[in-house]
């Protein structure tokens, strides 16, 4: 019987009393998905089935962040009896959080074997072909917090064995057969598609104009404040990673107003801005792990 974290354990117990098979996938809702699942983002095949807290998973931090309401939604698809877990909000490291405590929220699921990890975000975009409600596919990433999850002793499962190597090659973090089979699914809705370099930094300020210039010129297309732990993390464990970043809003100095001056930016603005694509998304999401799974 495999060992598991007091935490994986108390997430087992849940999924077992829903009477669902262990989930094959798990969503990360960042910033501005909140309202994705009552928008209509949840596709006729599924059913949410339960709910959990953080609070209630031992060993998890709550959310803090305004839009992140720190909990599991865990759904069942009608057609092949299959489960996921779509987890609505995350941990950031502004919390004052390390970065090993954020990515607890994926890595208790990671623990029941979960293999397929669709992770989302809300960010500002630097290409000059975004637009608001645009859809980032991140090909690859910059961490620019000063932190990574793997610092320190190498980490290792509940029953002591290491979860992967001590130096863990990033060179093909993300899914490439993933990623076009979400890209397709997403194509066939009303989003406009870009694919990019994703830069996370710490937070919680919002960048300035002159960091802005600077992520540019050395080839990031969005910048948010998540996401980079999580991948190196679930990478090194041995997940399947797909990620994406909502465009909720120009990066600082690059929109301007009426009278030419650049634009302030505002969390609850951009959290807003984020509803309507937020629902398409998701439900791109879901088809690509129902259409993995054959018909």
């Not at 997430?11 to 829903?18: D, E, F, T, V, W």
């Not at 397929?116 to 859809?135: E, K, L, Q, S, W």
């Amino acid at each position: 019987m495999i060992k598991l974290s007091p935490g994986a354990e108390t997430l087992a117990r849940k999924i077992q009393s829903l009477g669902l098979a262990t989930p094959s996938f798990h969503v990360v809702l960042g910033s501005g998905f909140k309202d994705s699942l009552e928008g209509g983002g949840l596709p006729e095949s599924f059913k949410i089935r339960g709910e959990m807290n953080f609070r209630e998973v031992d060993g998890l931090h709550p959310s803090t962040a305004p839009g992140h309401a720190g909990k599991y939604v865990f759904v069942e698809n009608s057609r092949h009896g299959k489960s996921g877990i779509l987890q609505v909000g995350r941990l950031h490291g502004y919390e004052g959080l390390e970065p090993r405590q954020v990515v607890q929220t994926v890595m208790v699921s990671r623990e029941l074997g979960v293999q397929d990890y669709y992770i989302t975000n809300a960010a500002g975009g630097m290409d000059p072909a975004h637009r608001t409600g645009d859809v980032m596919i991140i090909t690859d990433q910059i961490n620019l917090t000063g932190r990574n999850p793997l610092f320190g002793s190498n980490p290792q499962k509940a029953d002591g064995t290491e979860w992967g190597p001590r130096f863990q090659d990033l060179t093909l973090l993300f899914d490439g057969e993933l990623r076009t089979q979400l890209k397709a699914q997403l194509q066939k809705g009303a989003l406009k598609i870009h694919e990019g370099v994703y830069m996370g930094v710490l937070g919680p300020a919002f960048e300035t104009p002159a960091e802005i210039r600077f992520f540019q010129r050395v080839g990031c297309h969005a910048v948010g404040m998540s996401t980079v732990w999580e991948t190196i993390a679930l990478k090194h464990s041995g997940a399947r990673i797909c990620a994406l970043s909502l465009i909720s809003n120009l990066a600082a100095g690059l929109a301007l107003g009426k009278d030419g001056r650049p634009e302030e930016l505002d969390h609850f603005a951009i959290l807003d801005a984020c509803k309507t694509s937020s629902v398409g998304i998701l439900r791109g999401i879901l088809q690509t792990a129902e259409a993995r799974w054959g018909s």
